[in-house]
């Protein structure tokens, strides 16, 4: 006893002690200790969830450009096979359309000979009347005086009925 | 310098030392901590913020990586006895912890000291001492069970050999009251009495590296009690291995 007496230790302030400490101990438990490893971890969750979202967004931004790419890849292909298409079926378009043009043209060519030959025809057949016409009147002034009346038309309707026949347009009489 | 603590007053027959004084002058300064704290705590840490956290932060990790899991129930302890120890001993390296005297009653002249290190009185040191070994021991009945908890003490599996070795740990329980409480007094009491005389010897200049030393004591001291508290409580939870 005499060495705690010593060393000046007494129960009040042992107990005192304590209960202090115990008392410091829960204040700084509850009301800095817990605080604030509460609020580090929800730092540290709000910095693994940023990081999360980084790379999310990093993934996304991969696969929207691999999406691009993609996307793009097929419109080319639709593209080419729209073109080829486009190109085949004006192609197409162009042999009709100049097939078309060739028998037309064909058309008109023949209508044009055909009307050419009838309009030929028919300028002989009015040159070979013409060519009566003239001949009567030159006969007739020729043999006004050698002729009757009656010889004059009999001749004139032989002509006639020679030119009718196409005599004429062979050359012969 | 008397080793025991001296009396300044009495409230109603409770001996008021002035130890107690520093006490609750490191009550006060740990209280104005949490006030500060509470008021500015946000996810952005600044200024004072940042350096509490780093001391919460340092003790959290230095923990988990010894004790693992059990580190959520042993560092609220640690930090406690580190914060408690370090700024009581801090104390006393500023002005007028020695030249501050109050003059009770029979005590002459010269008076006694107002205020002394917390932790230079045993009745602190034999508190903290308590705390940490009955704290040790109730964590690891809670944690182990009491049946294993008694088997670090009792086995007589290969008799005689782990009973002896239960005697010797129950032993070493024993002698945690005394070489923690005496270490941290002793340490403490010897730098407060050599600063003292310094002070009466050469008082400007001389003390100076003396102080640095005694600013170096105080942190180790309070850094070798937290860790050996940690120490202790992550050994007794564990179960025996025999």
């Keep these: 006893m005499g060495i705690l007496h010593t060393f000046g230790l007494e129960a009040s302030l042992f107990l005192f002690q304590i209960i202090n400490f115990l008392v410091i101990l829960f204040i700084l438990t509850k009301f800095l200790y817990k605080p604030i490893r509460n609020m580090v971890e929800e730092r540290k969750r709000k910095i693994d969830q940023s990081l999360r979202d980084a790379e999310d967004a990093k993934a996304a931004l991969e696969n929207a450009g691999a999406e691009r790419k993609r996307i793009l890849g097929d419109a080319k292909k639709d593209a080419d096979i729209m073109t080829a298409a486009t190109k085949r079926q004006l192609s197409e378009t162009k042999e009709k359309l100049t097939k078309e043009a060739k028998e037309r043209s064909q058309q008109i060519i023949d209508e044009a000979k055909q009307r050419a030959v009838v309009e030929l025809e028919n300028v002989n057949k009015q040159v070979g009347r013409m060519s009566v016409d003239l001949s009567g009147k030159i006969m007739t002034k020729l043999f006004s005086d050698l002729f009757t009346d009656e010889d004059k038309q009999k001749i004139l309707s032989r002509a006639l009925e020679k030119i009718e026949k196409g005599g004429y347009e062979t050359g012969s009489n | ?242």
């Design chain 2, 1 to 242: 310098m008397s080793i025991a603590p001296d009396i300044l007053f009495k409230i109603a027959g409770f001996p008021v030392t002035n130890t107690i004084i520093t006490t609750l002058l490191t009550d006060l300064v740990l209280i104005l901590i949490v006030i500060c704290v509470s008021k500015t705590l946000s996810l952005k840490p600044k200024g004072f913020q940042n350096v509490v956290e780093i001391v919460i932060d340092y003790f959290y990790d230095l923990i988990e990586d010894t004790a693992g899991k059990k580190v959520s129930f042993i560092y609220p302890w640690v930090l406690t006895f580190f914060l408690f120890i370090v700024i009581s001993n801090l104390a006393a390296q500023f002005p007028g912890f020695e030249s501050i005297r109050f003059h009770p009653a029979g005590y002459g002249e010269e008076g006694v000291p107002f205020l002394r290190a917390a932790t230079s009185d045993l009745n602190t040191t034999l508190a903290l001492a308590t705390i940490s070994v009955i704290a040790a021991n109730i964590i690891a009945i809670v944690r182990i069970g009491i049946k294993s908890y008694i088997l670090k003490f009792v086995s007589f599996k290969m008799f005689p050999i782990f009973m002896f070795v239960g005697i010797l740990e129950f032993a070493n329980e024993l002698t945690k009251f005394i070489s923690f409480s005496f270490r941290l007094l002793g340490n403490i009491f010897a730098g407060e009495s050599m600063l003292s005389q310094m002070y009466h010897l050469f008082p400007i200049g001389i003390p100076l590296p003396f102080m640095a030393l005694e600013f170096m004591v105080a942190v180790i001291q309070a850094l070798v009690f937290s860790m050996l508290t940690m120490a202790f409580m992550h050994i007794l939870s564990d179960k025996p291995q025999h």
